[in-house]
């Protein structure tokens, strides 16, 4: 087995795993070492990489298959299956940062994906954080009448939610005509590798909760977001070069921050891996 350190970054959110090039094969167990690491600390990043888009992509299948995203007009130049995230796009004149409030990823998808990864590929000199936080100690830390409330609670999932904070960029035809029907999922769901519960949430695309009044159920979603956003959950992950992260969006709800100089450019190659129904 190749020789590499793994050290958690917080008591409960994210590991940096030190010592392995991605560019090189992975033995099998090694690949077994990473993902149980990533079932237990949801965040990975791997330092000093260096990736072109076919490097990456091989490297983000030792930890499951690829999921195209929704948006498929945006990718790198000659690879329509590697996304990217940058804060020089622009949809009818004002920029767009991608992923500016917490949620998890593509959960209008009825399987949504289990993981997402991004490779630094440049960098503004400072700020630009990414924030998770960890929704299985939001979870586990409910009073008892909120979990026995919010428990059996499905909500659905659209692509953007007419309740959604910020709006998201729009879909070209190609890519609206292959959106897929809307997630129904559980407010509470099991990880299916490390055994804990989590709670879902996502206000970009919740639009409903089953049996519920808009009103109420508004309500307790901003209840469980103010909950599970609290600092004590959170892992804020500073971009250095060569950062290679991979989250598990089955176990955190994940920001991007715009705090930046945009004079600067901040781009990242993105992928997502698939995941399950979740129960
Ligand atoms: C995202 O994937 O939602 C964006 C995260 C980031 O750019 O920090």
Not at 70 to 80: A, I
Request: aromatic share 8%.
């Amino acid at each position: 087995m190749t020789s590499f350190t793994i050290t958690p970054l917080t008591g409960h959110t994210g590991a940096e795993v030190v010592g392995i090039d991605f560019t090189e094969p992975v033995d099998a167990e090694t690949c077994t070492v990473l993902n149980r690491a990533f079932a237990e600390y949801h965040v990975l990043v791997m330092r000093d990489q260096d990736f072109d888009p076919d490097e990456f992509k091989a490297a983000a299948q030792l930890f499951g298959q690829l999921q195209i995203h929704d948006r498929k007009e945006q990718h790198v130049p000659g690879h329509p299956d590697v996304y990217y995230v940058s804060n020089d796009i622009f949809v009818n004149g004002k920029r767009m940062i991608p992923g500016e409030t917490f949620h998890t990823d593509h959960s209008n998808h009825p399987a949504p994906p289990k993981a997402t990864t991004l490779f630094a590929v440049e960098l503004p000199s400072r700020g630009g954080d990414t924030q998770y936080v960890n929704m299985h100690d939001a979870y586990d830390d409910l009073p008892a009448a909120t979990k026995r409330r919010i428990d059996g609670l499905k909500a659905v999932h659209v692509y953007q939610s007419k309740y959604s904070p910020r709006a998201l960029s729009g879909l070209n035809e190609e890519s609206r005509a292959k959106l897929p029907p809307p997630g129904v999922h559980p407010l509470v769901r099991t990880h299916p590798e490390n055994g804990r519960k989590a709670l879902f949430l996502n206000p970009v695309r919740m639009e409903s909760i089953i049996g519920m009044d808009d009103d109420d159920a508004l309500k307790l979603i901003d209840e469980l977001m103010q909950h599970a956003t609290q600092k004590k959950y959170e892992y804020r992950h500073q971009w250095r070069d060569g950062d290679w992260v991979i989250w598990d969006n089955r176990s955190v709800m994940h920001q991007a921050n715009p705090d930046y100089d945009m004079n600067e450019r901040r781009y990242l190659y993105r992928l997502m891996l698939k995941g399950e129904v979740p129960a």
